[in-house]
Each structure stands twice: as C-alpha cells, then as structure tokens.
C-alpha cells in the first residue's frame, strides 16, 4: 500500500506520479466484461460508479481502483487517468465501463486505500476538473 508520507499536497502529488510511473511496465491489459448495472449497460465515463454499483449487486467481486496508463514518449510524457474496474474471485481483473478507445491501455493498481483515492480524485478535480495526473520525464 502506497504511503502519502509529506505534509504538502504539492510534493506528496509528485512523488506519486513519480511512482507511478516507476511501476507502469507492470500495468495490466484489462479483458472486457460485459454486464448490467442497476439492470442497464453501464455508462461510458463513469467507471467509478459502474464499478461500485456493480460490486453492490455482485459481492463476489471487488472493486480495484487505479489509473490508465497513456505513455507518449515523443512529448515525454505519461497521462495517467483515474478508473476503476473490478476483480473476480480468482483475482483477475475486468474492465466494465465502455470505452472509447479501441487502442487497449494498461491499468495500475493505484495502491492507495480507497479513502486516499477517492480522496485524490476529488482534488484533482477540485483542481483541474480533470482526474488526470502527467508525469514528464
């Protein structure tokens, strides 16, 4: 489990991103499930609720939260976005949420409590309006 270990928002951020990046090459290609939430297909861009939701009505499965992985090494850079997906009993983890992308991205585990994700998340968007972080190296 990540530690947020200094009293600045700014310099815990960083060493986060940091980290982050550091485990990206362990990112996992998600296979896709398809499912019901609440009895209806779940929404594009609302991995956070699908997944809960879903977890709700199928407590066989858990729900992991993390961030996609967009590496862009011609700007130097790698986008890691805030989601959420859920995990089966053998420990396999699924995508539910629809996705726009057909170009698959890997997943990390954000390895934060769920406290300090949720957290995390509603300061960014407090921030940026984006659940977004950039690491550029």
């Known amino acids: ?14 060493d986060y991103v940091a980290y982050l990046h550091s485990i990206r090459s362990y990112g996992t290609h998600l296979k896709f499930l398809e499912v019901t939430v609440d009895g209806v297909a ?3 861009n609302n991995c956070h609720e699908n997944s809960r939701i879903f977890v709700d009505e199928n407590p066989e499965y858990e729900v992991v939260d993390g961030w996609i992985c967009i590496d862009m090494p011609s700007l130097s850079q790698c986008h890691f976005l805030a989601h959420s997906v859920i ?3 053998s420990g ?3 995508e539910i949420t629809p996705m726009n992308s057909l170009d698959p ?3 990390v585990r ?3 409590s769920e406290e300090d994700f949720s957290g995390l998340v ?6 940026s309006q984006s659940s977004t972080l ?3 190296y």
Do not use: C, W
């Open 1 to 14: 489990m990540y530690r947020f270990q200094k009293n600045s928002f700014t310099d815990n951020l960083r």
């Open 42 to 44: 779940p929404l594009a």
């Open 87 to 89: 995990k089966d009993v």
């Open 92 to 94: 396999d983890l699924y």
């Open 105 to 107: 991205r890997p997943f």
């Open 110 to 112: 954000s390895n934060l």
């Open 122 to 127: 509603i300061r960014l968007n407090e921030i």
């Open 134 to 136: 950039i690491h550029y």
